[in-house]
């Protein structure tokens, strides 16, 4: 079990640029949350996917945020266009279904300059 | 409102003794409970969650932690702190569905 696997480890980007972040859930779980993290405002919950449906998006901060989950493998957060107060970890997390717990990736840590 | 609260943001404890992290809850209802733990650079380690029984819960790395009802606490401890539990703790619920809250961790230093 390679676990929740995130890319990229570490992204910089200027702002106004469009970035990217992915997730590949564990195989046989069916729900998956994307978190953001900072030192001002701890862990927030920005979407929330059962099935590849999104479920929650309440978390999302603003229109430059969308995210995905095309199928039971791959969830992209996209910004765009991305901004300083952008800069965070990102997580991305999965659980199984009906369980309660997340596994977490290792996040992925953008610094927008 | 739900929410979930750390009241102590950092502490120091010497290796070899114990250690509790507290954690109180605001809710309608007793939630679904948990703990994790994050090493500096890394995500977050579930070391042990509590949905019903037992109000004693047994986890990884040698941790426990104890719901009480009464008091909405699910405190986390440990008997003998070891330097590798050097980390930041994260209390956190759920309710009703698998959306987790997180208090705002505990930073735990280990002297030697």
């Known amino acids: 079990d390679a676990g929740v696997i995130q890319s990229p480890r570490h992204e910089v980007t200027e702002m106004g640029q469009e970035v990217t972040l992915r997730c590949k859930p564990i195989?046989?779980?069916?729900?998956l949350f994307w978190y953001r993290q900072t030192m001002m405002r701890g862990l927030e919950l920005l979407i929330y996917?059962?099935?590849?449906?999104?479920?929650?998006d309440s978390g999302m901060p603003e229109d430059r945020f969308s995210a995905k989950m095309p199928n039971a493998s791959f969830s992209t957060l996209k910004i765009q266009p991305s901004e300083p107060r952008d800069s965070a970890v990102y997580f991305c997390?999965?659980?199984?279904?009906?369980?309660?717990?997340?596994?977490f990736g290792s996040g992925t840590r953008l610094t927008v300059v | 409102a739900q929410s979930v609260t750390q009241p102590d943001i950092h502490i120091t404890v010497s290796e070899g003794a114990s250690l509790e992290l507290r954690c109180n809850y605001s809710y309608g209802a007793t939630p679904y409970l948990f703990w994790y733990v994050q090493s500096p650079g890394q995500g977050l380690q579930l070391l042990l969650k509590y949905f019903s029984g037992d109000t004693l819960v047994q986890g990884i790395k040698g941790f426990e932690a104890e719901f009480k009802r009464s008091q909405s606490s699910f405190n986390l401890r440990k008997p003998s702190v070891h330097w590798s539990d050097a980390a930041e703790y994260f209390c956190?619920?759920?309710?009703?569905?698998?959306?987790?809250?997180f208090g705002a961790g505990t930073t735990v230093t280990v002297r030697a």
């Open positions: 195989s046989g779980h069916n729900s």
């Open positions: 997390a999965s659980t199984p279904p009906g369980r309660y717990g997340y596994t």
């Open positions: 956190a619920v759920a309710f009703n569905d698998y959306k987790l809250s």
């Open positions: 996917f059962n099935n590849n449906v999104p479920i929650d």
